[in-house]
Every structure is written in structure tokens, then in C-alpha cells.
């Protein structure tokens, strides 16, 4: 059975910093380009950050480039997305996704709230 549990989560002050993870189980992860994806309240479903086999390919939306850094363990089947610099428009629901020859897997997510 594949998993992808995403933890990190949680209630952080502007300016403040999470690091997220996304362990995978079931799956031979190391061939998985995984994607961090995130949802807002009231927002549509977003592609925050993505990166493929091998870690060599990242790609990031406009809005968080230069304050989060995605990154991959393969020994560990871990993806992980080391935010900075938090903003209150972070606020989402993060869950990471995994991607290899139309086989596609998503996490149930973690949220993260930015407010003082």
C-alpha cells in the first residue's frame, strides 16, 4: 500500500520558519518527481514547489522563490520544503504529491497557519 505522510505542520509567527516532510512508503520513491502543492481557505489548489528524480530539477511559483527550498532524501524516501520567511498569505493546507509514469499519489497534508 503506498503512503505519503506529510508532518511539519503547524501555528507559526510571521517571519518564522517550518520545515516540512513528506515520507513515502510502498513505492520505489527514488523514481517519483514529488511536488509540494498547497490550498488556502477560499483559494484554488496552487503548485508551490516541485522536484525531480535525483533532486537535479526544482522549480518553485513566483510567490515563494527565494524563501522555500524543496529537497529530497531518497535514502530516507523523504521529500522535504523548507519555508522562510513565512507570510500570513502561506496559510494553506501543504501536501506533497508523487509522480512517475502515470502513477500519481498524494498525501493527506499538513497545515500550516502564519498569524501573529
Known amino acids: 500500500q503506498v503512503q505519503l505522510v506529510e508532518s511539519g505542520g503547524g501555528l507559526v509567527q510571521p517571519g518564522g520558519s517550518l520545515t516540512l516532510s513528506c515520507v513515502a512508503s510502498?513505492?520505489?520513491?527514488?523514481?517519483?518527481?514529488v511536488s509540494w502543492y498547497r490550498q488556502g481557505p477560499g483559494k484554488e489548489r496552487e503548485l508551490v514547489a516541485s522536484?525531480?528524480?535525483?533532486?537535479?530539477?526544482?522549480n518553485y511559483t513566483d510567490s515563494v522563490k527565494g524563501r522555500f527550498t524543496i529537497s529530497r532524501d531518497d535514502v530516507r524516501d523523504t521529500a522535504y520544503l523548507q519555508m522562510n520567511s513565512l507570510k500570513p498569505e502561506d496559510t494553506a493546507l501543504y501536501y506533497c504529491?508523487?509522480?512517475?509514469?502515470?502513477?500519481?499519489?498524494r498525501g493527506q497534508g499538513t497545515q500550516v497557519t502564519v498569524s501573529s
Open positions: 504529491n508523487a509522480m512517475w509514469r502515470g502513477f500519481f499519489y
Open positions: 510502498g513505492l520505489m520513491f527514488k523514481f517519483y518527481s
Open positions: 522536484i525531480g528524480r535525483g533532486g537535479a530539477d526544482t
